[in-house]
């Protein structure tokens, strides 16, 4: 079964930090590139980061540039996003993605999500 499980969520004033993790398991996880996407209420869904297999190149959306930043340890099938300076339109629920790159981002596996809230 496949699965990716989001940890680290929480409540934090704003400009502090979180750090978020998400184990993945069931799919070859060394071959796919991950992302992290967020939802807040009443809003659509978005892209937040994304990085590729084994080199480490990432991408953001501007909106994060230069706050969060995406890492991942292939040997524990497990990537992470460091949030730094939170503002409270941070505030969403966090899914963590597997996918693949062909011209754009495509994902094929959801987490089921860990929240995230950022007070003013």
């Known amino acids: 079964e496949v699965q990716l499980v989001e940890s680290g969520g929480g409540l934090v004033q704003a400009g502090g930090s979180l750090r978020l993790s998400c184990a993945a398991s069931?799919?070859?996880?060394?071959?796919?590139?991950i992302g992290w996407f967020r939802q807040a209420p009443g809003k659509e869904r978005e892209g937040v980061a994304c990085i590729s297999i084994s080199d480490g190149r990432s991408d953001y959306r501007d909106s994060v540039k230069g706050r969060f930043t995406i890492t991942r340890n292939n040997a524990k099938n497990t990537v992470y996003l460091q949030m730094d300076s939170l503002k409270p339109e941070d505030t969403a629920v966090y899914f963590c993605?597997?996918?693949?790159?062909?011209?754009?981002?495509?994902?094929?596996?959801w987490g089921q999500g860990t929240q995230v809230t950022v007070s003013s």
């Open positions: 993605t597997g996918g693949r790159w062909l011209a754009q981002y495509f994902v094929e596996y």
């Open positions: 069931g799919f070859t996880f060394d071959r796919y590139i």
